[in-house]
Each structure stands twice: as structure tokens, then as C-alpha cells.
């Protein structure tokens, strides 16, 4: 039973890693949108997004391949 709980909690941290990095990923996105609305330099939200989008999707990703390698070599008791 403990085993389940702890299972349950790390698929809720995953999918919590995922919500967060796609919230960011829109949230640039929609910071580059307004900016081309108010025609205003784009400089700033370009290179944000260009440094921290591939940097939360590489953290995800690296956590999600962790969790899918530790449930992989886990053994069955």
C-alpha cells in the first residue's frame, strides 16, 4: 500500500513538472504575441525564449527519463 502512495505522489510531481514547463512555454509565447501587438522590441522577450523554453523542456524531460529508468530497474518484490 505505502509503495502505491509513493508511486502516486511521483506521477503527481511529473505531471506537476509538465503543467509548469507548458504554462512557461505559453506564457513566452504570449509575452512575444504582445509584444508584436504594441509593436514593441521584441529583443528581449525573443532571447527569454530562446534560453528558457529549451531549458525547462530539458529539465522535464530529464526528470520524466529518470522516472520511466527508476520504474524500469525497479524489482518486484
Keep these: 500500500m505505502r509503495s502505491r502512495a509513493i508511486f ?6 511529473l505531471l506537476g513538472i509538465w503543467v509548469f514547463v507548458l504554462g512557461v512555454s505559453t506564457w513566452i509565447i504570449h509575452l512575444i504575441r504582445v509584444a508584436n ?3 514593441d522590441a521584441e529583443t528581449a522577450s525573443v532571447a527569454i525564449s ?8 530539458t529539465g522535464a524531460s530529464v526528470l520524466t527519463y529518470v ?11
Design 50 to 57: 530562446l534560453v528558457a523554453v529549451p531549458v525547462f523542456l
Design 37 to 39: 501587438k504594441l509593436q
Design 8 to 13: 502516486v505522489m511521483q506521477v503527481i510531481s
Design 67 to 77: 522516472f520511466f529508468g527508476i520504474r524500469r530497474g525497479a524489482k518486484k518484490e
